[in-house]
T-cell receptor
Framework: EAQVTQNPRYLITVTGKKLTVTCSQN?????MSWYRQDPGLGLRQIYY???????DKGDVPEGYKVSRKEKRNFPLILESPSPNQTSLYFC???????????FGDGTRLSIL | GESVGLHLPTLSVQEGDNSIINCAYS??????FIWYKQESGKGPQFIID?????DKRQGQRVTVLLNKTVKHLSLQIAATQPGDSAVYFC??????????????FGKGTKLSVKP
């Protein structure tokens, strides 16, 4: 089954404790992206990757890092999480930038 | 800045009726548009897309209309069913003069279907 898998689905942690949210897709997609979804603000792009070893900032990249060492994986790293990063995060992948994106089921992060 | 918006934040329809969800976009150069459905606790699910060289595209029970003159996009759902209850939002590719722009998402319209 074609899918985008995120882990963990839920996480409660404390300020400053580094965390990584993993994302994996099995569709051989070149384009991958991370979004955060906040009430009243909709989906906002954090980072995206056009291909292996090619990443770029989206609209709200501050406080986040990503890497794309393999085509299928695109982890999101919060080196020093802060409460304003409490949000619902989605990973997505697609054939290219201007193609329908397939989304994971989300990771709800709470930073205390 | 560029934005994608929705005319109505909520829409309530009777089961079996047709639903129309609207979206306004601001960038006349946008060349690609997508509609997504998001159910509670799930990620957005692709419904249908349309490129700017078209003004209408049909899928199964859904139709997307694009009016470039007034920069308006709509999603029509025929014979709306309870399973259609969700938040729907549109996205546009702003196509900033060939630079690597990315999809901009609207904030969503919540569709409620009454049995």
């Amino acid at each position: 089954e074609a899918q985008v898998t995120q882990n963990p689905r839920y996480l409660i942690t404390v300020t400053g404790k580094k965390l990584t949210v993993t994302c994996s897709q099995n569709m051989n997609h070149e384009y991958m992206s991370w979004y955060r979804q906040d009430p009243g603000l909709g989906l906002r792009q954090i980072y995206y990757s056009m291909n292996v070893e090619v990443t770029d900032k989206g609209d709200v990249p501050e406080g986040y890092k990503v890497s794309r060492k393999e085509k299928r994986n695109f982890p999101l790293i919060l080196e020093s999480p802060s409460p304003n990063q409490t949000s619902l995060y989605f990973c997505a992948s697609s054939l290219g930038r201007v193609w329908p994106q397939h989304f994971g089921d989300g990771t709800r992060l709470s930073i205390l | 800045g560029e934005s994608v918006g929705l005319h109505l934040p909520t829409l309530s329809v009777q089961e079996g009726d047709n639903s129309i969800i609207n979206c306004a976009y601001s960038n006349s150069a946008s060349d690609y548009f997508i509609w997504y459905k998001q159910e509670s606790g799930k990620g957005p699910q692709f419904i249908i897309d349309i490129r700017s060289n078209m003004d209408k595209r049909q899928g199964q029970r859904v139709t997307v209309l694009l009016n470039k003159t007034v920069k308006h996009l709509s999603l029509q759902i025929a014979a709306t069913q309870p399973g259609d209850s969700a938040v729907y939002f549109c996205a546009e590719n702003p196509n900033y003069g060939g630079s690597q722009g990315n999809l901009i998402f609207g904030k969503g319209t919540k569709l409620s279907v009454k049995p």
